[in-house]
């Protein structure tokens, strides 16, 4: 299927309201400030594109059903323009996927090589980690895993030696890192978030 049409910028909008939290017609209208029967023609075309399923939840009032629109599967669309290998393809996004995209969408490209790395050290120790968080806003960006095993603290130590002047890892516990502020932070793996 091709999914340039379903991108447009107002149906995007729509999309990106969707993926933040399932909402009504209502609040996408207002969100979006258009009318309301314009948000529902558009997400009629994404239901019919199997790109959003909508739900009837509790009354919401006057005994009428609420209807909340949500995102049918997670995909990533990608246009890639390399030579030799010009080739639009979707993807549906595993667990995987959103780990090493959450890596990606990080400003600093020379991060990447690293964090993937991090990760692939880190992999079989997954069930024991509760996040992995990144702070880039000091000049050598700290890398925070949770986790109360103690066990991971030479994995984690031996990689951030290896890393040297790029980044700094950390092994926090659950109760220490609620003394960090985690909000400025980009969030790269919660255990929470992919079950």
């Known amino acids: 299927m091709d999914f340039d049409l379903f991108f447009s910028s107002q149906r995007w909008r729509i999309l990106e309201i969707i993926a933040k939290k399932p909402s009504s017609t209502t609040e996408i209208s207002q969100k979006l400030n258009t009318t309301p029967s314009y948000v529902s023609q558009q997400l009629k075309l994404l239901e019919a594109a199997d790109i959003i399923v909508k739900e009837r939840t509790g009354f919401a009032e006057k005994g009428k059903p609420r209807t909340v629109f949500s995102l049918s599967r997670e995909i990533l669309h990608l246009n890639v323009l390399m030579k030799g290998l010009p080739i639009k393809k979707t993807i549906p996004l595993s667990d995987y996927h959103k780990i090493i995209l959450r890596i990606w969408l990080l400003d600093n490209a020379e991060l990447h090589y690293h964090i993937e790395k991090l990760y692939w050290r880190l992999e079989k120790d997954l069930k024991n980690i509760r996040s992995i968080f990144i ?11 949770i986790s109360d095993i103690k066990a991971l603290k030479s994995k984690i130590n031996s990689f951030s030696k290896e890393a040297g002047d790029i980044l700094e ?18 969030h790269i793996y919660d255990s929470g978030s992919f079950t």
Do not use: A, R
């Open 135 to 145: 702070d880039t806003s000091s000049i050598k960006p700290k890398v925070f895993v």
């Open 169 to 186: 890892c950390f092994l926090v516990s659950g109760e220490d890192f609620k003394k960090i502020s985690p909000e400025k932070m980009h």
